[in-house]
């Protein structure tokens, strides 16, 4: 039975299930830890900074150094049910050689909390650091933001009118990577066993869905190895937000759902350069 577009249960199961198209998918996570606790050892940093009452709502700082510095805020995925900051310090071991303070966010995770919390907590981390970035020395209006995955879902989430976050003169642009944008076939996926969205939740969450949207320059990637789903995922919200902001569309041949994520650290690699650029680096 067709469930949602061409798909039934069990192929739009696939079509988010990542590791099953990823066997190797540990070998990326193990590197991750890896590389972060080189980070950890290599860099001074701020840890477990209270953004919020609930104790999923902490943060990381990796202060560059340089007074005024540029701001790089990450957002890490897990399909908002899985992971923790300490996986992705990696991050900004690639971005503090470039003067850019780095800062890794946790939020709640499902299915403790709910996609509505998830969402509140995140756009309160971002509130809370314009407030108090220049108490690390990093200027609150020259702020970037990267999310991979349900993170790039929760950055977008962030450009709602209706957020209570000012985008301007803050926020200078984000980085979108493998996201997700359009809930409601996550709402119909194995996905929502941990979830527990309605059909109005994955609605109200879905950037498809913000009408009212602020403006921000937009980096949007997704890897050519990626489902069909993923890549419609990023290219309609391509379609759907050109006309409201800036979007550039990247399409990375040969990278999957976890090889982008090394991409954006790779100073080699084309995303990479495309976010330094991003970020007037």
Known sequence: ??????????????????????????TYIERWDTWSEAARQKHSYIKDIRYGDHPGECLDIFPSGKQGSKVLIFIHGGYWQLFDKTTFHFVAAAFLPYDITTIVVNYPLAPAAAMDDIVASCRKAVRWLQQHLVDYNADPQQVYIAGHSAGAHLATMLMSKESGVEIAPFIKGMCLLSGLYNLIPLQLSYVNAGLGMDKGTAIRNSPFN????????LLVAIGGAETDEFKDQSRELYNYWKTKTPVQLVELGG?????ILDALVDENTSLHKAMMKLMDK
């Open 255 to 259: 990278l999957n759902h976890y090889s």
């Open 1 to 26: 039975m067709i469930i949602y577009k061409q798909y039934t249960q069990q192929e739009l199961d696939n079509q988010y299930n990542n590791r099953l198209h990823v066997p190797d998918f540990a």
């Open 210 to 217: 913000l009408q009212a949207v602020q403006t921000c320059p």
